[in-house]
């Protein structure tokens, strides 16, 4: 069993900065891309930002320069600092971790509301 926990979110205003933790416990093998989802209300989950296994980095062309991530393979977490927060960023935002040599095994948090607010 794997458990991703994550932590952070909350309500601030625009222009305020965040930052999102992400802890992967559990049967941890070859960790594989990690990287953070958003969801906002009525809409399809999308990619956020990703740190790949190869050490590649992509992000949403919506957060580039807004938003860096982080990950740390020895302690298995994988970190989203967001600044410059605008309200369309408001979403639930989920951790995702996928581990083994293909990528196979893929895991999501329960996901951490940000809502960006004036």
């Known amino acids: 069993q794997v458990q991703l926990v994550e932590s952070g979110g909350g309500l601030v205003q625009p222009g305020e900065s965040l930052r999102l933790s992400c802890a992967a416990s559990?049967?941890?093998?070859?960790?594989?891309?990690m990287g953070w989802y958003r969801q906002a209300p009525g809409k399809r989950r999308e990619l956020v930002a990703v740190?790949?296994?190869?050490?590649?980095?992509n992000y949403a062309d919506s957060v580039k320069g807004r938003f860096t991530i982080s990950r740390d393979n020895a302690k298995s977490t994988v970190d989203l600092q967001m600044n410059s927060l605008k309200p369309e960023d408001t979403a639930v935002y989920f951790c995702?971790?996928?581990?083994?040599?293909?990528?196979?095994?893929?895991?999501w948090g329960q996901g951490t509301q940000v809502t960006v607010a004036s």
């Open positions: 995702n971790v996928k581990m083994g040599r293909w990528g196979s095994y893929d895991y």
């Open positions: 559990g049967s941890i093998f070859e960790l594989n891309d």
């Open positions: 740190f790949t296994r190869s050490g590649q980095i």
